[in-house]
């Protein structure tokens, strides 16, 4: 969370990224964390929890919009959608 709102200057090496590979990262670490949500078996229905987790890049990304050191981006939206996507693709074939 902390990475979310600091100024990426504030990162070491985040600023010499690229754009595929600031996407790459968000996809990554939604595919991440969609998978252990799915594995952890929560009582919670896969469908609430992966929205959940969309919902919590949404929100990151509407924090950016007012932060002055960080930026909204829908390609952003994007990338985190399809690691959520590919991890759901990949538990269903699972079950």
Request: avoid cysteine; charge should be negative.
């Amino acid at each position: 969370m902390w990475l979310s709102v600091v100024p990426a200057s504030d990162i070491p090496n985040i600023a010499a990224l690229s754009f595929l590979t600031d996407k790459a990262i968000h996809f990554l670490i939604f595919l991440y964390l969609s998978s252990l949500g799915l594995l952890s078996r929560f009582t919670l229905s896969n469908i609430y929890l992966l929205i959940a987790i969309f919902s919590f890049g949404l929100i990151i990304e509407i924090i950016h919009f007012y932060h002055p050191y960080r930026y909204f981006e829908l390609a952003d939206i994007a990338a985190n959608s399809l690691g959520i996507l590919l991890a759901s693709l990949i538990f269903q074939k699972k079950d």
